[in-house]
T-cell receptor, first 114, second 113 residues
Framework: DAGVTQSPTHLIKTRGQHVTLRCSPI?????VSWYQQVLGQGPQFIFQ???????GRGNFPDRFSARQFPNYSSELNVNALLLGDSALYLC?????????????FGPGTRLTVL | DQQVKQNSPSLSVQEGRISILNCDYT??????FLWYKKYPAEGPTFLIS?????DKNEDGRFTVFLNKSAKHLSLHIVPSQPGDSAVYFC????????????FGTGTRLKVLA
């Protein structure tokens, strides 16, 4: 079974540019969450989407936005990139089943902002 | 404010011995806890979880213990193998509706052959 897939694997952008990261969840999973991991830290929650609706948002500026499509795939958009946006961006999918659902992570997209 | 803390940045253990990784949390609303393992250039891989209604959960070589009164959980790996060498993250979530995970900063485990 295919796990969570993310594209691209690596990305280099310059300050002020815009970036779109993509995620395909595990088949059958309807919820997608996005996390940012900077070096030396644990992943930090950015967004969670379920059935195309935003269920939660972390403490990130409005430059960060996301959406979920009818096939449950998702995009994370970041506008006006700053050097501090350089990080590993992780996507995780989960069922959910109404109880405690485990989130399964993709390999991540490494974003470097120059 | 770090709600989930892993105070040991690194740990070295001999192959075959027990590895014990620790995690503390401050938010009493957390009711679900997980451990993930992460290799370089890969995403976190789910290892084991525990609900707050339990104090222990086992899966093969991995056991997670939860002490709610101390707001402390630990991951035991027995016996440790060289392939267990990775960064281990604990994560917590509460019944906030979003089920977002709050992660610790990770502990790098090195299992020596």
């Amino acid at each position: 079974d295919a796990g969570v897939t993310q594209s691209p694997t690596h990305l280099i952008k310059t300050r002020g540019q815009h970036v779109t990261l993509r995620c395909s969840p595990i088949s059958g999973h309807k919820s997608v969450s996005w996390y940012q991991q900077v070096l030396g830290q644990g992943p930090q929650f950015i967004f969670q989407y379920y059935e195309k609706e935003e269920r939660g948002r972390g403490n990130f500026p409005d430059r960060f936005s996301a959406r979920q499509f009818p096939n449950y795939s998702s995009e994370l958009n970041v506008n006006a990139l700053l050097l501090g946006d350089s990080a590993l961006y992780l996507c995780a999918s989960s069922l959910p089943s109404g109880g405690r659902d485990t989130q399964y992570f993709g390999p991540g997209t490494r974003l470097t902002v120059l | 404010d770090q709600q989930v803390k892993q105070n040991s940045p690194s740990l070295s253990v001999q192959e075959g011995r027990i590895s014990i990784l620790n995690c503390d949390y401050t938010n009493s609303m957390f009711d679900y806890f997980l451990w993930y393992k992460k290799y370089p250039a890969e995403g976190p891989t789910f290892l084991i979880s525990i609900s707050s209604i339990k104090d222990k959960n086992e899966d093969g070589r991995f056991t997670v213990f939860l002490n709610k009164s101390a707001k402390h959980l630990s991951l035991h790996i027995v016996p440790s193998q060289p392939g267990d060498s990775a960064v281990y993250f604990c994560a917590a979530s509460g019944s906030s509706g979003t089920y977002k995970y709050i992660f610790g900063t990770g502990t790098r485990l090195k299992v020596l052959a």
